[in-house]
């Protein structure tokens, strides 16, 4: 996961692999490149620019919330898709943003600048000093935002200039049974057949600067976009990814490995296998519920399904004893110098022992976590009014609490219009259950053990404020400093909340806080070490949402003994799994139809019409809808997954076994025009054939 603006250093390692680019045509801050198509999208997904008309492409999954909010039982975009015909029929997504990097500039020595001879606060202090100087210099008489990101644990840090457009619509997307085929059955699984993709478009106002939604605005025109490949692929080929990956963990010793591996990840795997347990029964029992809880169920289970392939795949390589023999290696290496074992000689060692020191505070913070903010949605409805409970005094005393008792009443119905109580129940009673039993009664607050979690359920559920929106509207309604006082005392539900946070912020927090200071500290002496005494291996900073480039080869593997996984799959393998009777490849009558007919139009290779292929590129969350680029520069596709043994890459790559996964561009327009109808879009591409 290379830093754009140093991808000169590895330019003749990528043309020996095939590629035809130069480093100036990838990054380059004067002249437009391929970074000025590549879009940070949302803050949490990559997307790719298409068109001279700000024509922009990532996921699927990257753009459901957005698909979701615009559906209703009326308008059920999420079962049968959404194209708009024209650019009045765009869809607006308040609150949803696209950037472009400007620069990326390694600003290491003037961080540091002044700090010779600091120590602890006064050198931290220097640094944040310098640190806010480089910002404000970057955003003086410009529109730009800057941030500087520290890389290596704060061996190295790097500016980061943004161009942020503020209104970006919904042009397309394809129906669940193309976007999300596959469902739970195939995510992070090969062979995998999910058309992943959506359509936006960004917006600017008439000079092309980002603005605030408004119907004067017209599509952006960007500095590059990228031309989109027809031609036939070729097992071996050159490919890149450009994106923005979330996070690695790749220096994480054996100590902190084996506790991810034995009690961190397997506690949070079953919370979430209760709650996906609930939510699935919900959504087929209700189109309400389903369209409700989609987005909801497609975030849990995401993380879920990854890190049950996460553990599989890291005792498929024995991870365990490879960091044990890298940990020896390091050691050894300092031994051989005593300046080296003076800095580094002892560090393995030190991080170990802060893992044993502070653990159980770690699971604490993590089980937390599940259970208050991925688990019952009761906890994030008494956050949401939790400012509110504070300051309903003073509200009253400045006149304001009429106003604010109105706006609590519509922000909740947002909230409620994506709720369903009895499924919130069910999973609350679960949850509850095995938060008690993964940290223990003794370590749970009071409420928790007073009465068992169907009874608390029942209790909850049937009373407060928080699990029912007329409750909620009739309690707020009359709401005043007297009967928020009794509320507090009287309500489970809120109490619940209060208490259990109570109990995480006096008994795990601090403990989860002091680890991971040290353990960074820790980390940035361990880094250094590597930098130092192993020049000569390939070295690259940790995932931090930053725009990387990754570069391998479209290929198969086979990751098991008697197993070969192809490169690429076809639409007949989505009939082949349609007929299996799996409600996760569930098909619209149209694909049966093309299917049928084999109407492929100008999309097909030899024959057959490839749906996904895989490549040898270091991917993690975040790269999601990051474009995969040919040796040329062209879009071969979007990448969307990897395969479940792939997952270990987030704490060790193996370029033998990992693989990202990507649908094949030209699916995508023949789903665009073939399959919707929408060829105005395809029209709109620069297609190289």
Request: one cysteine or more; glycine letters at 8%.
């Amino acid at each position: 996961m290379l830093i754009p603006s140093l991808i000169g250093a590895f330019e003749d390692d990528m043309k020996a692999m095939g590629m035809r680019l130069s480093a100036q045509d990838i990054y380059d801050v004067n002249n437009s490149s391929l970074k000025d198509a590549i879009m940070h999208f949302g803050g949490g997904c990559t997307a790719e620019l298409v068109s001279g008309q700000g024509l922009m492409l990532t996921n699927h999954h990257c753009g459901y919330s957005q698909v979701q909010a615009h559906s209703s039982l009326e308008n059920d975009y999420l079962k049968y898709g959404f194209w708009a015909k024209n650019k009045s029929e765009e869809l607006k997504n308040p609150g949803l943003t696209a950037s472009r990097i400007v620069r990326i500039e390694d600003v290491t020595a003037s961080v540091f600048f002044g700090t010779e001879g600091l120590e602890g606060s006064a050198k931290l202090l220097k640094m944040k000093e310098n640190t806010d100087q480089l910002i404000a210099d970057a955003m003086t008489n410009n529109h730009f935002e800057a941030d500087v990101k520290a890389f290596n644990y704060g061996n190295e840090f790097y500016m980061i200039v943004e161009e942020t457009f503020l209104d970006v619509r919904l042009v397309g997307t394809p129906p669940n049974s193309i976007g999300k085929f596959g469902g739970d059955t195939d995510n992070w699984v090969w062979p995998r057949h999910t058309g992943d993709f959506s359509v936006f478009r960004i917006y600017s106002d008439v000079n092309n600067k980002p603005s605030e939604y408004s119907e004067s605005n017209v599509p952006y025109t960007p500095l590059h976009f990228l031309p989109v490949s027809a031609k036939n692929r070729v097992p071996g080929e050159f490919t890149m990814v450009y994106g923005f990956p979330g996070t690695t963990e790749q220096h994480l010793t054996s100590g902190n490995l084996q506790y991810i591996m034995d009690i961190e990840r397997p506690a949070r795997i079953a919370m979430r296998d209760k709650s996906i347990s609930v939510i699935d029964a919900s959504m087929r029992s209700s189109d309400l519920i389903r369209i409700q809880y989609s987005s909801k169920q497609a975030r849990i289970a995401n993380g879920w399904k990854k890190w049950i392939g996460q553990l599989g795949g890291l005792k498929t390589v024995d991870a365990l004893q490879i960091k044990l023999d890298r940990e020896k290696a390091y050691n050894d290496m300092a031994a051989t110098n005593e300046e080296w074992n003076k800095k580094y000689g002892s560090v393995i060692g030190e991080m170990n022992a802060l893992v044993e020191k502070y653990k159980m505070a770690d699971f604490g913070y993590v089980m937390f976590i599940e259970y208050q903010y991925v688990g019952p949605e009761l906890f994030g409805r008494a956050r949401t009014i939790s400012k509110f409970l504070t300051e309903i005094g003073d509200l009253e005393k400045n006149g304001g609490l009429a106003e604010a008792k109105q706006a609590q009443i519509e922000g909740a119905k947002g909230f409620y219009k994506n709720y369903d109580e009895a499924t919130d129940k069910q999973i609350f009673q679960l949850l509850t259950e095995e938060y008690i039993n993964r940290l223990g009664k003794d370590n749970v607050p009071a409420i928790l053990r007073s009465s068992s979690p169907e009874e608390l359920a029942n209790a909850i559920y049937s009373k407060s404020i928080l699990t029912n929106q007329a409750r909620f509207e009739k309690f707020m309604a009359k709401a005043n400093s007297k009967s928020m006082a009794k509320l507090l005392k009287k309500d489970l539900g809120v109490k619940l909340w209060k208490e259990t946070e109570e109990t995480f912020v006096k008994t795990y927090l601090p403990g989860a806080q002091e680890f991971k200071g040290q353990m960074d500290q820790l980390l940035k002496t361990y880094v250094a070490g590597k930098l130092e005494m192993f020049p000569d291996e390939a070295q690259w900073p940790d995932a931090n949402s930053t725009l990387r480039i990754t570069y391998g080869k479209l290929e198969g593997s086979a990751p098991h003994d008697g197993m070969q996984y192809t490169e690429h799959t076809t639409l007949d393998g989505i009939i082949t799994k349609n007929n299996s009777g799996n409600p996760d490849y569930e098909l619209l009558p149209r694909m049966h139809e093309l299917a049928k007919a084999k109407d492929y139009g100008d999309y097909a290779q030899d024959g057959e019409l490839w749906v996904c292929f895989t490549g040898s590129n270091h991917t993690t969350g975040g790269n999601s809808g990051s474009p995969v680029i040919d040796a040329d520069g062209n879009l071969l596709g979007l990448n969307f997954d990897r395969t479940w043994e792939s997952t270990m890459s987030d704490y060790m790559f193996d370029s033998s076994r990992c693989r990202n996964i990507t649908v094949d561009i030209r699916y995508v327009m023949w789903v665009m025009d073939r399959y919707a109808g929408a060829k105005h879009l395809v029209d709109e591409m620069t297609i190289v054939r």
